[in-house]
């Protein structure tokens, strides 16, 4: 007998808690988790350790061909390589999060990386987390969420997780960062981020992060009719 597979769009700002929730989510489903950020992380960061132009779509698209970036599920979490490097951490660092920004813009980037999102959804059941999931990557999903909080919640919670991986960014300059990041991911020419029509709209401000977690699980349920 066939099993269903059932497809989870999450789309939102940055640091709106996304991939946190999601892999909590795909957890407690027993789904797959795909953080689609972290692919367009791991180009930025080959781009900004390389010295490639940021503003060349042709020169990136040939780079993703290069660093033979690969996804692997280790004791059910997602790890991202370029060859056999493992840069799950590399890529969150505040200048990563800007280079994935600019790279992501490129039309020839996100068609190739779209592709290879796609297949991953044909092939289980996924929660997919990102910026233009329910709208392009995963239209026919079952479940659409547009998950969002105030800027300076996000701010504040970006801070805390930089806090925890041993570097101290002040406060004015992450949130400056994030209304940036917000301002070119809203205003892209390709695919730019926005709440899809039939995406449910679950805002976290003065959320903690299990309220966060329990209101887009609940829902994911309840639309899925998943036990």
Known sequence: MRVKVISVAIDGPSGAGKSTIARAAAAELGFTYVDTGAMYRTLGLAAYERG?????GDALSRLLDEIGMKIEYIDGVQHVFMGNRDVSDDIR???ISMAASKVSAHAQVRKALVAFQQELARRQSVV??????CMHVLPDAAVKIYLTASVDDRARRRVEQLR????EVPFDEVKADIEKRD????HR???????????HLIDTTGYTLEQGMNAVISYIKEKA???
């Open 93 to 95: 660092r505040p200048e």
């Open 164 to 167: 925890e991986m041993g570097s």
């Open 183 to 186: 301002y070119d991911d809203m």
């Open 189 to 199: 020419e390709v695919s730019p981020l926005c709440q899809a029509p039939d995406a």
């Open 225 to 227: 009719h998943v036990l």
């Open 52 to 56: 490639t132009d940021m503003d060349d």
């Open 128 to 133: 997919m987390d990102g910026r233009d999931i």
